[in-house]
């Protein structure tokens, strides 16, 4: 996923400023940081920007972005060792949408076990990670993913596997399910 991080400043405070993150892929702003500033609209809108990829986890509440634009989604990220169940959820009235998932390992440091040939693999993940999650968990307001070998195959044999998966919780009518709508 490629990210953007962009620098808006607050028209009712000067100098003080927010990251938000832009998620290309999905024309979506996502709040970088887990304190907020109310963000009036500015005629110059954005002053500065730079790309960088993030792992930032934001855990924010819901916003409109400067000039009543986009609202602003929090993205989280949330993982199961192998052979764990992951479960996602969303409050009432919000749907999951899933933005990325891995079943495999992509870093050496994950709290899950590495397994003994640990040093011998940099990254390992099942190509079908994503399409295998969007399918159980896409638009539902709450979901389980089983993280075994038996649902993802086996990417990196004799290594610690984990589930992870990038989501954030949209509003209901938001959520684009792929799913034909019926006349």
Known sequence: MTTSTIMATAASTPAVSTNISFVSTIGTFI???????AMAPTTTGIT????????TVAK???????GNGPIITPTETSSACE?????????????????????????????????????????CYAA???????SACQGKRECAVEATKSVFGDPCPFIGKYL????????EANIERGDPEEP
């Open 31 to 37: 709040l970088d940081t887990t304190t907020t500033t």
């Open 83 to 123: 052979g764990k169940t992951l479960r996602l959820s969303c409050s009432a009235g919000e749907t999951l949408e899933i933005d990325g998932a891995n079943f495999g390992r992509t870093s050496k440091s994950h709290r899950c076990n590495c397994g003994l040939f640990c040093n011998t693999i940099n990254t």
């Open 164 to 171: 992870e998966a990038t989501y954030r919780c949209v509003p």
């Open 60 to 66: 924010t509440t819901s916003m409109t972005s400067p």
């Open 48 to 55: 500065s920007s730079t790309m960088a990829i993030t792992t």
């Open 128 to 134: 079908n990670s994503l399409s295998i999650v969007k």
